[in-house]
């Protein structure tokens, strides 16, 4: 993993990913630690990402920052958004390359609403996965459901094998007990990621990486 790369987390799903020319922010909807300033978008463009319409993904101020510099919005196409022409909505299975192909987002399934996103920059590639997860919910659902939304969730994992991918930002939710990790063990063994930061769980605004 590049020495060039910095990462913080906004909090919950919420991520700043510091490069060279570029910053990536993905699923911002609360910034308790104050990690976007004006400051960071000075020199870079930026490249902001909304996987879906969750309350607890999504945050509206994010089209506050337009003043700020060079930005572009990609986001899940059943988002609500204002009519700009900086927004880019985008389904599942679409690519596109967004600052004149200077990143590369390819959008990919979710077993929740909305997207996960597969985004190369600067020799870098990340996947966001957004609500994307084996929602293994012991107790709550049938055997049958649970095992449907698994093979679901590997299913689409499955569609990454051969992507080289530095680093990938998975769902390690607590309310899911024993199988918190679950997701992100699949993950691990099927795609092999070079590193996996966990995300989508309480306390971890500010934290760098």
């Known amino acids: 993993m590049s020495s060039t790369m910095n990462i913080t987390c906004i909090g919950h799903s919420g991520f700043l990913v510091s490069l060279p020319s570029f910053n990536l922010i993905f699923d911002y909807y609360t910034d308790k630690t104050s990690v976007i300033s004006p400051e960071i978008f000075m020199n870079k463009k930026t490249c902001v990402f909304v996987s879906h319409g969750h309350s607890d993904h999504y945050n509206q101020d994010i089209f506050e920052w337009n003043s700020y510099g060079d930005i572009l919005y990609v986001i899940d196409a059943g988002c609500s958004t204002p009519d700009d022409d900086r927004i880019i909505k985008m389904h599942e299975g679409e690519n ?36 994307l997860n084996d929602w293994y919910w012991e107790g709550e659902s049938t055997s049958e459901k649970l095992l449907e939304s698994e093979e679901n969730y590997l299913r689409i994992i499955k569609q990454l094998v051969g992507q080289h991918i530095d680093v990938a930002f998975m769902p390690q939710d607590p309310r899911l007990g024993v199988h918190a990790d679950r997701g992100i063990q699949h993950f691990k063994d099927i795609v092999a990621p070079l590193r996996v930061i966990p995300m989508h769980f309480p306390g971890n605004d500010g934290m760098k990486y």
């Open 96 to 131: 596109i390359k967004p600052f004149e192909g200077a990143i590369n987002v390819n959008a990919y399934g979710s077993t929740d609403e909305g997207l996960s996103f597969l985004v190369s920059v600067d020799d870098i590639t990340l996947f966001h996965a957004g609500d």
